[in-house]
């Protein structure tokens, strides 16, 4: 059997959230730091990277044994699920975590937003001298609704693992929820939610049963 199944949802965020984007070329008395956007259309978006990162860092605290100095050396469920570069031959990742598009552009303006994005105030204090060094930091306002499109990618002969592979990354999802998403969450930036969690098969036939769990496995991680 060889298959891929897709997994969707919906992912809620819940305080401003910055995941940081290039300002090499910032006018002058532009934002400090602003957040990634989509160049086609100037919105905010979320990379796959960002996300994929997250939980394989979360899941790593969880699973691993003792610390691994690299991915690579992480525990064997994470790798097979996540890929790994040491061995022969080469194990790649099963799981495809595509960049997330802002969904509800149309409602927030609804509500009056004449930005999809805020600006935070920051500053330090120099406890010696008392120098102050504010900044501008730009964050995703909350409320904002981002669509998620994983492909998992199931091998043939190795039924049995899907499900394996989908509580792991399930796990993922609630780690995520109970932790932060982009900079700065130890200042109450990055709360996401995760909502209406989904896998289908798109690619092969994957048995009815085996989705049915899958679902269910998810449905459980959503909403935390």
Same mark, same amino acid.
């Given at each position: 059997?060889?298959? #891929?199944?897709?997994?969707?949802? *919906?992912?809620?965020? #819940? *305080?401003?959230?910055?995941?940081?984007?290039?300002?090499?070329f910032?006018?002058?008395? /532009? =934002?400090? /730091?602003? =957040?990634?956007?989509? *160049?086609?259309?100037?919105?905010?978006?979320?990379?796959?990277?960002?996300?994929k990162? !997250?939980?394989?860092?979360?899941? /790593?605290?969880? &699973?691993? *044994?003792?610390? /691994? #100095? !690299?991915?690579d $050396?992480?525990?064997?469920c994470?790798?097979r699920?996540?890929?790994?570069? !040491?061995?022969?031959?080469?194990?790649?990742?099963?799981?495809?975590?595509?960049?997330?598009?802002?969904?509800?552009?149309?409602?927030?303006?609804?509500?009056?937003?004449?930005?999809?994005?805020?600006?935070?105030?920051?500053?330090?204090?120099?406890?010696?001298?008392?120098?102050?060094?504010?900044?501008?930091?730009?964050?995703?306002?909350?409320?904002? @609704?981002?669509?998620? $499109?994983?492909?998992?990618?199931?091998?043939?002969?190795?039924?049995?693992?899907?499900? +394996? $592979?989908?509580?792991?990354?399930?796990?993922?999802?609630?780690? =995520?929820?109970?932790? &932060?998403?982009?900079?700065?969450?130890?200042?109450? &930036?990055?709360?996401?939610?995760?909502? $209406?969690?989904?896998?289908e098969?798109?690619?092969?036939?994957?048995?009815?049963?085996?989705?049915? +769990?899958?679902?269910?496995? @998810?449905?459980?991680?959503?909403?935390?």
């Amino acid at each position: 059997m060889y298959a #891929k199944i897709r997994i969707t949802g *919906t992912m809620e965020v #819940k *305080t401003g959230m910055h995941i940081g984007g290039s300002s090499a070329f910032a006018a002058i008395g /532009a =934002v400090d /730091a602003p =957040v990634v956007k989509d *160049t086609r259309t100037n919105l905010p978006m979320v990379p796959g990277s960002s996300l994929k990162g !997250k939980m394989r860092a979360l899941l /790593a605290k969880e &699973y691993n *044994t003792e610390l /691994a #100095k !690299k991915p690579d $050396d992480d525990a064997p469920c994470l790798t097979r699920l996540f890929g790994c570069a !040491k061995g022969v031959p080469v194990r790649r990742s099963r799981v495809l975590v595509s960049d997330m598009f802002l969904m509800n552009e149309d409602e927030l303006r609804g509500q009056g937003l004449q930005s999809l994005t805020e600006i935070k105030f920051e500053n330090t204090i120099n406890r010696a001298t008392a120098v102050a060094n504010p900044r501008q930091i730009e964050r995703v306002i909350r409320g904002s @609704l981002f669509g998620m $499109d994983i492909m998992y990618e199931a091998e043939d002969g190795k039924e049995k693992e899907i499900l +394996e $592979d989908m509580s792991v990354l399930a796990e993922g999802f609630r780690l =995520v929820q109970y932790d &932060y998403l982009g900079g700065n969450g130890s200042r109450g &930036y990055g709360k996401v939610i995760f909502h $209406d969690l989904k896998a289908e098969a798109v690619v092969g036939s994957v048995a009815d049963e085996i989705l049915a +769990e899958c679902n269910g496995i @998810l449905r459980d991680a959503a909403g935390c």
